[in-house]
């Protein structure tokens, strides 16, 4: 079973940027999706970005433009860029290798908090 480990995140102002990165422990080339999502307290977890084995990149509306997910596959890491970053991005971010077929079902890693806040 492949696992995955978030690191990179933090406190930040809003406008401000933070690059989370995710290692997962085999190579990601043969990993369907590896994804990104988050949650707030009281909410389900959601889907940022995600891209697809063959490089296929999908993001929330929410992030569109501010957030760039993208991967070193010799490295077996993907990353998240995030730049502007208001205070509703706030959130523990969650990575996900999504070995099989159905969205939001894999190997998670344990999260890393984001925070925006002035």
Known sequence: QVHVAE???????PGGSLRLSCAASESISNINY??????TPGSRRGLVA???SDGKI???????GRFT???DIAKNTIYLQM?????????????????GQLK????????????VSS
Request: hydrophobic letters at 30%; one cysteine or more.
């Open 7 to 13: 690191s990179g995140g933090g406190l930040v102002q």
């Open 34 to 39: 590896m994804g990104w999502y988050r949650q």
């Open 50 to 52: 995600d891209i697809s």
């Open 58 to 64: 999908w993001y929330a509306d929410s992030v569109k």
């Open 69 to 71: 997910i993208s991967r």
């Open 83 to 99: 730049d502007s970053l208001k205070s509703e991005d706030t959130a523990v971010y969650y990575c996900l290798a999504q070995t």
């Open 104 to 115: 939001g079902f894999g190997s998670w890693g344990q999260g890393t908090q984001v925070t």
